[in-house]
């Protein structure tokens, strides 16, 4: 026996009866955890070696802001892990950029007297945390 391929008005009807259960947090949820999986493979650091033609850090840079933007949306237990997984995709571009500079010559320029004074303050001030 062969299961008839359902018709348009039966896909209608399922499609209408997800969109009634699915909530938006679900689906910021699901678009991070999405953007961090792509800035993951536009780092080279996720997906087959085969792919590492994939690398381009502007857009693993732009996966990240958008992550840290819409992750501001949401709040909840489940958040742990993936600011977990967004910490870890930003401390493996600044190697990246590090790495990068390290190969083209670049030398990181030195910090300026006004950036260790505001090195200083930054370091004094209280920031409540996941921020």
């Known amino acids: 026996m062969s299961e008839q391929e359902p018709n348009e008005e039966e896909l209608r009807a399922a499609l209408e009866e997800q969109m009634r259960h699915i909530r938006v947090e679900d689906v910021v949820l699901q678009t991070i955890v999405t953007l961090i999986n792509l800035g993951a493979r536009r780092l ?50 600044v190697r990246e950029m590090g790495e990068g500079k390290a190969e083209s010559g670049e030398a990181a320029p030195a910090p300026s007297s006004e950036d260790e004074e505001r090195a200083k303050a930054r370091s004094k001030l209280w920031t409540p945390p996941g921020t």
């Open 44 to 93: 080279g650091i996720a997906g087959a070696p085969e792919e590492a033609g994939e690398k381009d850090p502007a857009q693993a840079q732009l996966a990240i802001e958008g992550a840290r933007a819409l992750l501001a949306l949401v709040d909840g237990e489940q958040l742990g892990p993936i600011r977990d997984a967004l910490s870890q995709l930003q401390m493996a571009f």
